[in-house]
């Protein structure tokens, strides 16, 4: 039931129980979990802006693609000793590999690992917050 189709009768009977089945956001969360039950997650397409790297968690969150990182790049995410570090403390080491317990050893470690870096290649941020 949408805001807009309600009817009021005369005077203000706006109390409690009328705000909550008239409300913008429940009309989203309605609407959100209506796309749920037909198969669209709505959470799964917001992907983060990034722009100082600071708010973003670089294997968490979806922010070079669609996908976060940690998801795309399996074996590197299990090598890595902080799951939770964010895109600017990630970047700001020497090396993509000095924060794994221990260097990536060929076959499928070392192909994500190129992957990866040619994802980054030519990532700046910026001196914007991330959105």
């Known amino acids: 039931m949408m805001c807009a189709n309600m009817k009021h009768s005369g005077g203000n009977n706006r109390g409690p129980s009328s705000l909550s089945k008239c409300s913008p956001l429940l009309d989203i969360i309605r609407e959100v979990t209506v796309l749920r039950t037909k198969g669209i997650n709505l959470l799964d397409l917001i992907r983060k802006k990034?722009?100082?790297?600071?708010?973003?968690?670089?294997?968490?969150?979806?922010?070079?693609?669609?996908?976060?990182?940690?998801?795309?790049?399996?074996?590197?995410?299990?090598?890595?000793?902080?799951?939770?570090?964010?895109?600017?403390e990630k970047i700001d080491h020497a090396s993509m590999v000095d924060t794994f317990r221990r260097p990536p050893r060929g076959g499928a470690e070392e192909e994500q690992l190129g992957f990866l870096l040619s994802c980054m290649d030519g990532l700046i941020l910026t001196n914007i917050l991330d959105r």
Do not use: C, M, S
Not at 59 to 85: G, S, T, V
């Open 50 to 88: 990034v722009g100082k790297g600071l708010n973003t968690l670089f294997w968490e969150n979806p922010w070079l693609d669609d996908l976060a990182l940690k998801h795309k790049f399996l074996r590197l995410y299990a090598l890595e000793n902080y799951k939770q570090i964010t895109v600017v």
